[in-house]
């Protein structure tokens, strides 16, 4: 599993200070088939037998169906998109970029 979020001290004013970053971003590959993912994954059925007429009858998966499906997608997607490099990893953040406002 891919933890995304990192916690690095930074030392300022005598004092180290907590921060909290991402530790990397998708990529714009990568977030196409999220969204592709989200909007095919509206409608989630499973069969449920035939009607009358040897038609196919589909129900609503059940709220734990779905979650195990949406991790399992989850899964998958990340472990795709790192083979294809598509996860863009960040350096961590230096105490520069957290002293903007001049103090």
Known sequence: ??????????PRY???????????VLGMEA????EMVQKWGVVAAVENGEDSTGRAR???MSTKELI?????AAELLIE??????WLLYLSEPKERHLNKGGD
Do not use: G, H, Q
Request: aromatic share 10%; charged share 40%; hydrophobic share 35%.
């Open 14 to 24: 005598k004092i180290e200070e907590p921060t909290i970053y991402n530790k990397f």
């Open 58 to 60: 589909v129900k609503l």
């Open 31 to 34: 977030k196409i088939a999220v």
């Open 68 to 72: 195990n499906r949406a991790c399992e």
């Open 1 to 10: 599993m891919i933890k995304d979020i990192n916690y690095s001290p930074i």
């Open 80 to 85: 795709e998109f790192e083979k294809r490099e």
